[in-house]
């Protein structure tokens, strides 16, 4: 068995992927410099996780709103809401997959399940902002009749 390697991925000139060929010091994985990269990359991953669950609830209670009665102030409210709340979660998914990415040479199925989830809930925000957009245009039209 040869000496254990860094587990972090390095990206070469021409584009390509390998794995870091620097020791990590005994009981880690990852050598110091990436050591340090992957704390601050799992740091920003975690805050952006954060920040999209901060907006879980608010998200939640708007999502069972029929958009279709709302008028103008309340619609305004809402969208904010789902807006703010679908940026933090693409932020999350990207980072989240960023750091899979670089930190990770086999795929950790707890990471990519959780991932999932946030996919799904970033569709489900896209259709409620949809639907939100589509009611803000048909009052929209309604104003210029």
Known sequence: M??????????????RQKQCTKAPPAGTHYCVEHHQFYVRRTDTYKKATLEMEALDDAFVSIGDTHVEGLGQEDLAYVAEIARTYLEWLDRAVKKREEHHQQFFTQVDHAHRDYLEILK???????KYLYR??????????????
Do not use: H
């Not at 040869?2 to 584009?15: E, F, H, I, N, Y």
């Not at 799904?120 to 896209?126: G, H, L, M, S, V």
């Not at 803000?136 to 104003?143: G, S």
């Open 120 to 126: 799904y809930r970033r569709d489900q925000a896209f």
């Open 2 to 15: 040869g000496k254990p390697r860094c587990w972090a991925q390095v990206t070469l000139s021409d584009g």
């Open 132 to 145: 939100v957009e589509s009611r803000e245009m048909e009052l929209f039209d309604e104003d210029w009749d």
